[in-house]
């Protein structure tokens, strides 16, 4: 199918290309130009249009992952851009302040290619801003930073490679390298002041527990949704694939010279996690290492104090107890990866419970009663996470549970083994066809992804 021009007039125009390069199967050659893709810049209440190239030898799309955009222009599976083909979307940007992605979202007959080519370089950070934001005066400038986690794996000779197959269907594929923006992690020098971290997990499965070397408390400001009601500390924020954290550190009381990194910490990672995978030369799931080693250098004096109220008007759905709720079952399907409700992706098919009403809003809850953790995320809107349940002991990952953020908005949740976590969300402005779906690229295109209908 084709992706119908909108009308409107192009207030932003860019090209997007790709950096996927001929080479033997499952191995990028070379990289393009940007990698990953470049940091897009919008503002709420603004009209985009964006020219989409396809120059690779195969299907993609480009998702915005988070934005509330009609279903023909969200990049989903059933409309692919085809080889040397090109489109072009257009929107209105009417999501919060906050930190969004893209990313290519192709689905065919042999499964998904969502984490191929985002491993291969096709998906990078969208900031949108806002009055609310700006009226608050955060860190901006080199106050900001905004750092793509992303894990790949080198081969001796440097070469970026990607190893699909049966041990990434069921963990997610995990490098043996963690790259910050595309680069190994390296030193920044930085001045007595406040900071502002913008991170995305832009990773095909690894999860992340953010701490401070110095094992100070994590701020967080904002989520995936945009900033918070008021900030939050947590002794480590646990980032699962897809999700972003806006954090606020205050480094004004710091001594020159002195050094600070945050990292990664260990977890144990139930049963799986553990395993070195294939080769034995992966980083294990729960290792730990430093993602941003920063240096005090000089003194610096634009110290604004944090907020103590981010945004007094951030709304969460109407929930009342005659809200229905819509149950989803995580669950493992032997030798083929994970299912929703037992389903795997079917195309387009929708199931009658797939079904939900134009306006209305719902609690739907995820149990996952497989071993494996699983990013849920809807398209198409934000939600807010109302509930968060342990419901078997037995299933451990209990290391990652003080730091997961469930307060402010979200598109993706982790939902842990043994867990059920519920979710309130409005379905509003765009009837048609949206998708849900496991975060963990390798599950995602395997299968773990269903269509949703909004009537
Ligand atoms: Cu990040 Cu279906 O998307
Ligand atoms: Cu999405
Ligand atoms: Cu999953």
Not at 346 to 372: K, P, Q, Y
């Amino acid at each position: 199918g084709t992706v119908p021009i909108l009308p409107g007039t192009p207030s932003e125009v860019w090209y997007y290309r790709g950096a996927l390069a001929e080479g033997p199967p499952d191995t990028l050659a070379s990289i393009g130009e940007s990698y990953p893709g470049p940091l897009i810049r919008l503002r709420r209440g603004q009209r985009v249009r964006a020219r989409l190239e396809n120059r690779l030898p195969e299907d993609t799309t480009v998702h915005w992952h988070g934005l509330h955009v009609p279903p023909n222009v969200d990049g989903q599976p059933r409309l692919p851009i085809k080889p040397g083909e090109s489109t072009t979307v257009a929107f209105d940007v009417d999501d919060r302040a906050g930190l969004y992605w893209y990313h290519p979202h192709p689905h065919g007959p042999n499964g998904g290619r969502v984490g191929f080519q985002s491993y291969a370089g096709l998906a990078g950070p969208l900031i949108i801003e806002d009055e609310t934001e700006r009226a608050l005066d955060l860190p901006g400038g080199e106050q900001e930073m905004v750092l793509v986690l992303q894990d790949r794996s080198f081969a001796g000779d440097n070469e970026l490679t990607f190893v699909g197959g049966m041990g990434s269907m069921m963990r997610g594929f995990l490098g043996n390298r963690v790259l910050v923006n595309g680069r190994p992690p390296e030193t920044r020098e930085i001045g007595t002041q406040p900071y502002r971290l913008r991170i995305l997990n832009g990773s095909n499965a690894r999860i992340y527990k953010l701490a401070w070397s110095d094992g100070r408390p994590v701020t967080v400001i904002g989520t995936g949704g945009g900033l918070l009601a008021a900030p939050q500390r947590y002794p480590y924020v646990t980032l699962a694939p897809a999700q972003r954290v806006d954090l606020w550190v205050d480094l004004s009381e710091a001594r020159v010279g002195e050094q600070l990194a945050l990292v990664s910490d260990q977890y144990l990672s139930g049963m799986m996690g553990g395993m070195g995978g294939m080769g034995g030369s992966r980083l294990p799931a729960g290792a730990r290492f430093e993602l941003l080693p920063l240096r005090v250098t000089h003194r610096a004096h634009d110290g604004q104090p944090l907020p103590e109220v981010l945004d007094s008007g951030l709304k969460t759905p109407p929930v009342t107890p005659d809200t229905p709720i819509r149950t989803f079952d995580l669950t493992m399907k032997m030798m083929r990866g994970f299912a929703i409700n037992g389903r795997q992706f079917e195309g387009t098919t929708v199931a009658d419970d797939e079904v939900v009403t134009l306006g209305d809003t719902e609690i739907w809850e995820f149990v996952n009663a497989s071993m494996m953790p699983h990013p849920m995320h809807v398209h198409g809107l934000q939600f807010a996470v109302i509930e968060r349940k342990r419901i078997d002991r037995q299933r451990g990952w209990s290391e990652l549970e003080a730091g997961l953020v469930d307060t402010g908005q979200h598109d993706t949740v982790l939902v842990l083994p043994g867990e059920r976590v519920r979710i309130a969300l409005t379905f509003t402005d765009f009837d048609g066809l949206y998708l849900y779906h496991c975060h963990n690229m390798e599950h995602e295109d395997n299968g773990m992804m269903r269509y949703y209908r909004v009537r």
